[in-house]
């Protein structure tokens, strides 16, 4: 099957092209309803390329992406004698959070959330197919409750006491130095917001975003918002618990990057910096802020474990792939953390949080949940997509103008035989077309990076813009040759 650089026509490939020594992909939409498995998706647009992704539907019922987690859970040793000890007996053991999901290779899938036995349960978009590394989305967790325990101080026989923690005395104590994590948290959580995506068909789910710009932008992942943004209502909650409306200024389903704007922004907001992903290092720091299972203002911490990772995903209404050379990182990231913010240990943005790597699990569990392997888009290339949306409300792809085949273990990019609808898989007028490629030719490099399938392509390609000159490597009839191509562009997502 293949996919056309610009196309928009173009269909998810069969089955996630695989990705030597790359992890599988990201993913944070939706998921499908339970036991399902997600259909095979046709051959992507090697500019735009468009996996089948499953309905929405209850995390605590329904499976994630495709390959969920390995759940584990760890009972703490019982005290000798708690009653002895004067002390309530300790509360059962919490399950593990991690769930197994239906269908075939890895993939991505959107955030999650627990339900206590009586809470209401939201439903959650559906879970996103992975391509090249295989990955479980982490958009849209769904809502949840933590349960508690309370027990009474007072025993009637007198023989326990109550105990009392003191408070600090000075308030200093709870300072922290700007350069430390809960120095960097602290002035990054005002500007972190938890979206509530409903549609209106009743779906949706939770995720994150944050602060733009003073005017009210957010920025966030496009299966964050999906199920919301033709006919649903959008919210964002800031860490004081203050609510607005939300509407949809523009988003990239290839990208995954949306852009929101506020109905009523508060005066005083304070964007996020942004700093410069070219510039990370494999063992940076790296800290993740967003609401994991529901969890708002959740912080985690780890380290840039790799770069330029191939990852592709659905969006979540069943249409469209997204493609991105991610950065991976080891941060705690789950369901409900897609859209948040991925900072340096300084506190700029680096990053939007969209992916997490999910393993097999026997045990029929619904949702996915981290195993260290994470997936964020790079903030240099979600900041030239979110001017645009800005400016334009609608997203540009650089293109090739060729068409490509989405098979795994072809050693390279394949340019097909033709394109969609019996087109031209080279079109004589198209970047590809005028240096020379053709039907057959094998693409094994991008400039300098080596391209293993045709969303590793699809992904190097979209880090850059509409006429920047690159070069490429092919194989044909045996031997290897170069050309340089001026990329072309395309407007819009259809």
Known sequence: MSTENEGNEGTAAEAAPSVPSAPPVPADAPQGPPGSTPPAPPQPDVTAAQPQVPPAHDPATAPMAQVPAEPQSHTPPAPQSAADAGWPPPPPAVPAYAHGAQGGGPVWGPPGQLHGPDAPRKRGAGGLVAAVVVAALVAGGIGGALG??????????????????????????????????????????????????????????????????????????????????????????????????????????????????????????????????????????????????????????????????????????????????????????????????????????????????STGSSTGQSQAGSIGLGFAIPINQAKNVAQQLIKTGQPVYPVIGATVTMDEKTGGA??????????????KDSPAGRAGLKSGDVITKFNDTVVDSGPTLIGEIWTHKPGDKVTLTYKRDGKTSTAEVTLGERKGDS
């Open 414 to 427: 394949v340019i097909s035989d033709q394109g969609s609808a019996g087109t031209e898989a080279v079109p």
């Open 148 to 357: 508690y325990w309370a027990a009474d101080s007072n025993d009637s026989s007198g023989s326990a006491g109550s105990t009392t923690v003191a408070a600090s005395a000075n308030p200093q104590d709870l300072k922290r130095d700007p350069g430390t994590v809960a120095g960097v948290a602290s002035k990054a959580l005002p500007s972190v917001v938890t979206i509530d995506a409903q549609g209106g068909d009743g779906e949706g789910g939770t995720g994150t975003g944050f602060v733009y710009d003073e005017e009210g932008h957010i920025l966030t992942n496009n299966h964050v918002v999906a199920s919301a943004a033709d006919a649903g209502q959008l919210t964002a909650t800031f860490s004081n618990g203050k609510k607005y409306g939300a509407e949809v200024v523009g988003r990239a389903e290839g990208y995954d990057v949306a852009v929101l704007k506020l109905k009523d922004p508060p005066k005083g907001l304070n964007p996020l910096p942004l700093g410069n992903s070219e510039q990370v290092a494999v063992g940076d720091s790296t800290i993740a802020i967003g609401a994991p299972f529901g969890l708002s203002n959740t912080v985690t911490t780890g380290i840039i474990s790799a770069k330029n990772r191939p990852v592709a995903s659905g969006d979540g209404s069943g249409g469209s792939n997204s493609y991105m050379s991610a950065l991976q990182t080891d941060a705690s990231i789950n369901p409900g953390n897609s859209g948040g913010p991925l900072l340096s240990a300084g506190g700029a943005v680096i990053g939007i949080n969209s992916a997490i790597q």
